[in-house]
């Protein structure tokens, strides 16, 4: 099984990007029981991005193993990360650990059974996830429970099994995905994207907070608008049909607005410091005016690039000889990304991607130019709709001034 597994994962490798996996890096994985995770092998000097197939494959070196010898593996794991005396004491027995399973997408992250119960076991690079936690319910909004520990080997973070509900699927709602960014965008949360988080209570919940209250959040926001992979990307589905599209835009920025001034007003009424910019409603309106409607507009360009990759490959074009481009196909396959951090290859790789659409699918130069006339009238449709709807804003105090939610749970830290 391990040798078909390192056959198909190394098909996907890409030079200076993910490396492949030779047999003694998962037998090293499973043999020192200091290796808490397997994790994929990315450049540490350039830019690598991973896909849900690489993860599936990753995932299937652990999970493949027969039952037993997946809990003898985390359990001895465990005892060396020195984490038995604490998760005992949160009530769960590791003697009782019936099964495992590696959940995590580029590292480990262990899905634990222990009599029944059902929790998760991860390693964290810092305490931001503790801080965001605190925030949450301060801010009266959904939180998980949760336990946390800081020791000799770094962070650690038990919490309860989220089940299906993890990673965002399908289309959310438009004024969820609205409140969550604006949020995020005052407690300056980065790496926002879909699967870390979870609906629950009509409301978004962050899992895995590692950026918080970073000084650059806005250049990251940007970025990731840019390669869809926030919030404000639910517009995507609505780019050929701007009626809808002017609906659903004036949604989320008149409920972006209200929600981050409900927020300031929390902040004040709390003493939380959220820094200098949120401190009036211009700034609010800047934020969107500057940094997501331009952000949207270059999302909106890119996805023509990813569809023409997507359907090169359905016709079996191999793209495998176009290291960057073949790196694209991998990290968006199947998910909301479209060139995530691609802002300086982004010519290079337009241009490979338009001679092979015109080499093996016929495509022809007015097809792009046909294609930006759509992207402009979106983008029209976007700027009216943010003006317009940010003119005569929503009222923060009616919207969002009844009694918070309670969470769902506390958070702790021992």
Not at 89 to 94: E, I, K, M, T
Request: with cysteine; hydrophobic share 45%; aromatic share 12%.
């Amino acid at each position: 099984m391990t040798h078909a597994l390192l056959e198909a994962f190394n098909q996907l490798a890409i030079h200076d990007r993910i490396d492949p996996y030779f047999e003694a890096d998962i037998q090293a994985y499973l043999d020192d029981d200091s290796q808490f995770s397997l994790a994929l092998k990315r450049s540490s000097q350039r830019l690598s991005l991973y896909g849900r197939d690489h993860v599936t494959i990753r995932q299937k070196f652990f999970n493949t193993l027969p039952q037993s010898a997946r809990v003898r593996v985390m359990v001895s794991k465990i005892r060396a990360a020195g984490l038995w005396s604490w998760i005992e004491a949160l009530g769960y027995d590791v003697r009782q650990l019936t099964d495992v399973q590696d959940i995590g997408k580029g590292r480990s992250v262990y899905r634990l059974v222990c009599h029944n119960r059902v929790v998760v076991l991860k390693e964290k690079i810092n305490v931001n996830q503790v801080r965001y936690n605190d925030l949450t319910r301060q801010f009266g909004r959904q939180s998980y429970r949760g336990w946390f520990l800081t020791g000799e080997r770094g962070h650690w973070e038990l919490c309860e099994w989220l089940g299906d509900t993890a990673g965002v699927r399908g289309l959310p709602s438009v004024d969820m995905a609205a409140q969550a960014a604006a949020f995020g965008d005052i407690l300056g949360v980065g790496d926002r994207h879909w699967d870390n988080y979870i609906i629950t209570h009509n409301q978004f919940v962050n899992i895995d907070v590692a950026h918080l209250m970073a000084e650059d959040n806005d250049y990251w926001t940007q970025v990731y608008v840019c390669g869809g992979l926030y919030e404000v990307c639910v517009l995507k589905d609505y780019l050929h049909d701007t009626r809808q599209l002017d609906g659903v835009a004036r949604s989320f920025f008149s409920t972006y607005y209200a929600y981050a001034m409900y927020l300031r007003d929390r902040c004040q009424q709390i003493g939380q410091v959220i820094g200098h910019k949120w401190h009036n409603k211009h700034a609010i309106v800047n934020h969107i005016r500057t940094i997501y409607v331009p952000a949207l507009g270059v999302m909106f360009e890119r996805m023509v690039y990813k569809s023409i990759v997507q359907q090169l490959v359905a016709q079996g074009v191999d793209i495998t000889n176009h290291p960057v481009v073949y790196m694209y196909y991998l990290a968006d396959k199947g998910g909301w990304s479209v060139f995530f951090r691609a802002e300086a290859v982004m010519s290079d790789i337009i241009a490979v991607i338009t001679q092979l659409a015109r080499d093996h699918l016929g495509i022809s130069a007015q097809y792009f130019v046909d294609y930006k006339a759509t992207v402009d009238a979106a983008m029209a449709t976007i700027a009216r709709a943010c003006d317009e709807s940010l003119a005569k804003p929503l009222s923060a105090t009616a919207i969002f001034a009844q009694t918070a939610p309670d969470s769902v749970a506390a958070t702790s830290r021992l």
